[in-house]
């Protein structure tokens, strides 16, 4: 074995032991699927509460709804925010309400799904997180191109770094024969 290629294998070998932490009985932990998996939870947390939120507003005025928490959070009723959610509000009846709700409580349950999965470290779980990242990069790449902002950027950025991780920790567990559990 030449000098570079032991200088290759024992940083990739110290790039691999800096991703793991040690549990206290003694099995190894990977700090890229805690921190994903967190991240999934707090998804799930956010998700969960627009859909709270959504059934909150069934059967309510959804206008004064708004200028409610406009007065409450300090803001001029006559804001370009405001009124923009004011326009929009009539496009938000009982059934769309119900759909919001529905389908954010769905996504709160693939979420945190997605994350004790990955916190359990569960091989399922990191196969499910990359098929459902996957899925979505057409419709964020979609957002991205209609409307350019750093929010968008951000958030592929975001997508594209936990699939790039995924992929390459699935990938070295199938090198290393352990693709099971």
Known sequence: MN?????VSMAKASHEQDQMEERPH???????????????LGKAALFFGIGVGAIHLLH????DEILKAAAALKFDPESKV?????????LIDVHRLKQIGAATFAYSALALTEGVGL????????????????SFLPWELYELMRRPNWFRVSLLVINLVVLGYLMWLLQRKKQNGLGGA
């Open 119 to 134: 916190l359990l470290e569960k091989v399922w779980a990191e196969y499910l997180t990359l098929i459902l990242t996957i």
């Open 60 to 63: 309510k005025d959804i206008g």
């Open 3 to 7: 000098d570079h290629t032991t200088e």
């Open 82 to 90: 405001v009124s923009l959610l004011m326009e929009k509000v009539d």
């Open 26 to 40: 003694g099995k190894v932990h990977d700090r890229g699927l805690m921190t994903i998996g967190l991240f999934k």
